[in-house]
């Protein structure tokens, strides 16, 4: 099984700031990644799709990048609304989600 | 709208059963695999299961395989999860999800449905 490691596991964060998740891959899965956020008593959401690609309707705050093992999830600037649980998943051999980030108010 | 409802959800004792329903509306259902993610207390995402679009492919997450069935009705734009001894730690909010992909068969989820709550406890 491919294991999905993401660091950190919370981070405490302002408005404005710039917020950068890493996603780290067991083995290579080329662009086979996604970045979801998920609120409490919300659906997940998509953010994220192959790596890179912005979901339409996501504001371009949001941007992924890597291949292989090792990948980001940015924030350019953060927004009130993004306090939330942010996770990758892999489906390059079935299907897994790395453990999330909290991203909390500092 | 493209717009996901499951069901079925609530508490049941270990050993028991459940099944759970996932309507889909707002697009062709019988063009899109689906696939069942859950959510246990204070934990994070863990894929459960997925189906093809004609239901020929099925497929577990090593935690409920053998326990665990998916299938699909395309003339009701329903998934389904059927559920069977079931333990403490299948506690979970059950999601429903579209499985979308490209042509390399990188898939993602998009939408997911808001979820129902199982409870395994006696």
């Known amino acids: 099984d491919i294991q999905m490691t993401q660091s950190p596991s919370s981070l405490s964060a302002s408005v404005g700031d710039r917020v950068t998740i890493t996603c780290r891959a067991s083995q290579s899965i080329s662009t086979y990644l996604n970045w979801y956020q998920k609120k409490p008593g919300n659906a997940p959401k998509l953010l994220i799709y192959a790596a890179s690609n912005l979901q339409s309707g996501v504001p371009s705050r949001f941007s992924g990048s890597g291949s292989g093992t090792d990948f980001t999830l940015t924030i350019s600037s953060l927004r009130p609304e993004d306090f939330a649980t942010y996770y990758c998943q892999q489906s390059y051999i079935s299907l897994t989600f790395g453990g999330g980030t909290k991203v909390d108010i500092k | 709208e493209v717009q996901l409802l499951e069901s079925g959800g609530g508490l049941v004792q270990p050993g028991g059963s459940l099944r759970l329903s996932c309507a889909a509306s707002g697009f062709t259902f019988s063009s899109y695999a689906m696939t069942w993610v859950r959510q246990a207390p204070g934990k994070g995402l863990e894929w459960v299961s997925a189906?093809?679009?004609?239901?020929?492919?099925?497929y577990y997450a090593g935690s409920v395989k053998g326990r665990f069935t998916i299938s699909r009705d395309n003339s009701k734009n329903t998934v389904y999860l059927e559920m069977n001894s079931l333990r403490d730690d299948d506690t979970a909010v059950y999601y429903c999800?579209?499985?979308?992909?490209?042509?390399?068969?990188?898939?993602?989820?998009?939408?997911w449905g808001q979820g129902t709550l199982v409870t395994v406890s006696s």
């Open positions: 999800a579209r499985v979308t992909g490209d042509y390399r068969g990188i898939n993602w989820f998009d939408p």
């Open positions: 189906i093809r679009i004609n239901g020929g492919g099925t």
